[in-house]
């Protein structure tokens, strides 16, 4: 038998094994599994979030800050440390062009819980927000490039809620139903990239009973 013919047998065998191999085993996983990837429209949604430099403003704290900046506007000082973020998702919004109760309609004190109310509203959707199915739909939403937020309310109503923005990131569907989507987020912890499951850590189990509801915004040009 010749080399060229022993080539042409050996490939041929290859391939009549390769194609006994099931198609669980061999073929794409189911489309409800796979997220899109970042699309350049997420990808500048990521560089206009990170502009904002919540890793240094919005910061906890006694300090009154101007939640339109982020920035400490003086030298008073609360009794107790406050955290920030309604009013990062909030300036976040007004930065990317789109609305998200903030003041003067609404005091900061217990916005987040006052956000997810008006999220849910006649008045939310009327203002472009649209609720989303799952975590899976929130991270698939951002990466393709939709303002997202994750939304949660205290069922005190006398104690805060939070929020973040869902950020744009390649996630599998297991990493996602696991510890939520990436997020971007002011709180106890300020964090510019981290994910769902850890920056809603002071409310637990909130992720894991369904009680974060995520919305979506389409930003100019989609």
Known sequence: ?????FRLLAALLFLVAFSSIPSSAAGPLPASEVLPGVLPAGRELVRKIDAL???????PGR???????????????????????????????????????????HPLH??????????HSEEGRKAGWEPLSDALEAQARANQGWLV????RNPDPERPG?????????????????SGPAITQAGRENFRRTTLVRGFRNHPGAFENNEVRFFAHP????
């Open 1 to 5: 038998m010749s080399t060229r013919t």
């Open 53 to 59: 430099k919540v890793d240094s403003r919005w910061l």
């Open 63 to 105: 300090h009154p800050v101007d939640w339109r900046t982020g920035r400490v506007t003086g030298p008073e000082r609360f009794e107790r440390p406050r955290t920030r973020c309604s009013q990062f998702a909030a300036a976040a919004c007004m930065h990317l062009g789109v609305y998200l109760l903030r003041p003067p309609q």
């Open 110 to 119: 217990l916005l987040a819980n006052a956000q997810f109310t008006w999220l």
């Open 149 to 152: 937020v994750a939304s949660y």
């Open 162 to 178: 939070h929020i973040a923005l869902v950020r744009p990131e390649i996630r599998t569907a297991q990493e996602v139903r696991a």
């Open 219 to 222: 930003m100019e040009g989609r």
